[in-house]
Nanobody, 116 residues
Framework: QVQLVESGGGLVQPGGSLRLSCQVS????????MGWYRQAPGKQRELVAA???????TYSDSVKGRFTISREYAKNTVYLQMNSLKPEDTAVYYC??????????WGQGTQVTVSS
């Protein structure tokens, strides 16, 4: 089983930045690609960004050019650098395997609120 712990969220003004971290532990050998997902109130969870073991990345159109996903193998950690944040980025952010998330491994997520 894989354990996923997200951190780094908070309250930030529009135009600000945050860096999210995802600590991965457990059966990490089964994970070749990781993704950051988010869920806003009343909306379905959506993919924000993903990174493969070969460091190839993909982003949703809504965050392209503003967010950057990266991973540090030595620390079993995946990051999401978020710049130029907008109110519509407000959501709970989660990390999980991409493209097939582990159903039983969703963490608590980390809340990101963008507001003046």
């Amino acid at each position: 089983q894989v354990q996923l712990v997200e951190s780094g969220g908070g309250l930030v003004q529009p135009g600000g930045s945050l860096r999210l971290s995802c600590q991965v532990s457990g059966s990490i050998g089964s994970i070749s690609a990781m993704g950051w997902y988010r869920q806003a109130p009343g909306k379905q969870r959506e993919l924000v960004a993903a990174i493969t073991s070969g460091i190839s990345t993909t982003y949703s159109d809504s965050v392209k050019g503003r967010f950057t996903i990266s991973r540090e193998y030595a620390k079993n950690t995946v990051y999401l650098q978020m710049n130029s944040l907008k109110p519509e980025d407000t959501a709970v952010y989660y990390c999980n395997r991409f493209p097939r998330p582990f159903a039983g491994s969703w963490g608590q997520g980390t809340q990101v609120t963008v507001s003046s």
